[in-house]
């Protein structure tokens, strides 16, 4: 129950420059069951998502993001937590080019998120909204699971494969014509998730994805969530979530990194989270 | 564009639209009732009544305003009232009977354009969420609006319409926002500005040539309705 049950070994294995063997087999795995058309090398993996120096104001002059360095390697999961305000939100609409930095970078899988690379970025990263009736704007789930990869021009039977699989993937399957509205909001939620599976990114970007669930879709969403091959970054205050999915977790406050750790480490240290007006899970 | 009077003409339509509410299984009780949430609209025609200088058939006296009226007014106000009954009930009808992402796609096919379809779209998508939104702040204000025993609750007019002034533009701003949250969840998908849609239901040979019988059949009630069915 304190610091020190945190296992040693379990912390090393993710920590960033020990994490290429865990990384690799991720990543081969992976190119092998979605035909990823980026190259994979341990280098590239190693940093699959580079953030440097960002810094983010809204245009009344609010600096929400006040640089930003992150590395995470491909097939990592990690959490992002923090007060409300931290700019985690922020941050994660940087991810495929919703937001544009003031100064600094991001690389996603090696491409600049900027200019002409967008439309790529977009299909790297697949940002699932907090709330479904957000993410869900179209009239049946499969006009909303199939808007991704259309909108990437992919021939129409390939898009229909990919809308099915998406589906079953989440549980869902043989819901493609229901409307979203008639659904519950674990369903939506779900279905939420396979509108960003449907285009086959390597990254996915979550937030709050378990806010508002039933203790039941609570279970389901986090079953699925471990499930998930692709790199995951979670934006979330559910603590109980955080220890049971994510390994790595990142606490932000006021716009910076303020600590970067596993996630038994952080979660066992009460001064840290404290500090940052989390509470432990 | 059945003409004044045309009494016996909106019978027929009335007959038709029964044997097929009977056919879609849905009671005529039904679409007859549902049909009246059009009525407040017959306000706007009720001054016809009063209007037409033809044949004055008595008046009422209002103090300074005299109302007179008159049985050409009458006349055009019961048609269009019959009129507007009918084409509620026909549209309920429609609805009712097709599921709306087919009519949808069959706007789309018949060539509008893909903004309007779009919109049309999004508007039956979000009009379930607005009305919850919608409930959510009533309750809330429902919620607080307790009246002492003796009390008279409620305020004055203006602070309540006040109140309902600040709930309208609550709605407003949390729908505004909710449309930048979308914006970017569709740009988020790859969202370039450009609507695509996949080739949904499209209309079959079968279809289009029911669809010229009831233009053909249309024109032709039409006609007859003009030429030679009774008026009163």
Redesign the interface.
């Known amino acids: 129950m304190t610091q020190d049950t945190a296992p040693h070994d379990h912390a090393h294995a993710h920590e960033h420059a020990d994490g290429h063997a865990h990384a690799h087999e991720h990543a081969d795995g992976h190119a092998h069951e979605h035909g990823q058309p980026i190259q994979t090398d341990p280098g590239l993996d190693a940093s699959w998502v580079l953030i440097e120096h960002l810094h983010y104001a809204y245009p009344d002059g609010y600096e929400a993001l006040r640089g930003i360095d992150l590395r995470i390697a491909r097939g990592e999961k990690v959490a992002l937590v923090g007060p409300n305000g931290a700019g985690k939100s922020t941050l994660l609409l940087h991810l495929n080019g919703i937001n544009r930095p003031r100064h600094g970078s991001l690389l996603i899988g090696g491409l600049a998120v900027e200019g002409s690379n967008i439309k790529r970025v977009r299909a790297e990263v697949g940002l699932v909204f907090q709330d479904p009736d957000d993410q869900l704007f179209s009239p049946t789930v499969f006009d909303d699971v199939a808007f991704g990869p259309l909108h990437m021009g992919i021939a129409a039977d390939e898009i229909h494969r990919r809308v099915e699989r998406a589906l079953e993937a989440v549980g869902m399957g043989g819901f493609e014509r229901r409307l979203p509205s008639h659904l519950s909001i674990g369903q939506r939620k779900r279905i939420a998730l396979a509108t960003v599976l449907s285009m086959d990114p390597s990254v996915l970007v979550f937030d709050e994805p378990s806010a508002g669930l039933d203790p039941r879709g609570r279970r389901q969403l986090i079953e699925l969530l471990r499930s998930l091959s692709q790199t995951v970054i979670i934006a979330t205050h559910d603590m109980r979530l955080v220890a049971e999915v994510l390994p790595r977790t990142v606490v932000m406050d006021g716009g910076l990194i303020v600590a970067d750790g596993p996630t038994d480490d952080i979660l066992g240290s009460e001064a840290l989270l404290e500090r940052h007006g989390l509470e432990r899970a | 564009m059945l003409p004044i009077g045309a009494y016996v003409a909106l019978l027929i339509t009335w007959v038709g639209l029964t044997v097929a509410s009977l056919t879609a299984r849905l009671g005529p009780l039904r679409l007859s009732r549902g049909a009246f949430i059009a009525a407040p609209f017959l306000l706007a025609a009720l001054p016809l009544v009063f209007v037409r200088p033809e044949q004055p058939m008595g008046s009422v006296d209002l103090g300074p305003l005299t109302l007179t009226v008159s049985g050409e007014g009458l006349r055009i106000f019961t048609t269009i009232a019959l009129k507007s009954w009918l084409s509620v009930q026909v549209a309920l009808l429609l609805t009712f009977t097709t599921p709306?992402?087919d009519l949808?796609d069959a706007l789309r096919e018949l060539r509008l354009p893909r903004i309007l379809v779009a919109i049309i779209?999004?508007m039956?998508?979000?009009l379930?969420?607005l009305g919850e939104e919608a409930q959510r702040l009533m309750r809330a204000r429902a919620a607080r609006s307790a009246v002492l025993e003796g009390g008279a609750g409620g305020g004055s007019l203006a602070w309540r319409a006040r109140v309902t002034g600040n709930m309208v533009g609550s709605l407003f701003l949390r729908s505004y926002e909710?449309s930048e949250?979308?914006y970017?969840?569709?740009?988020?998908?790859?969202?370039?500005g450009t609507f695509?849609?996949?080739?949904g239901r499209t209309i079959r040979a079968g279809e289009w040539q029911a669809f010229a019988v009831v233009v053909v059949l249309l024109i032709a009630f039409e006609l007859a309705a003009h030429l030679w069915l009774p008026r009163l």
């Open positions: 709306f992402h949808v779209g999004f039956y998508r979000y379930a969420v909710r949250r979308i970017a969840a569709m740009q988020a998908r790859g969202f370039d695509r849609h996949m080739e």
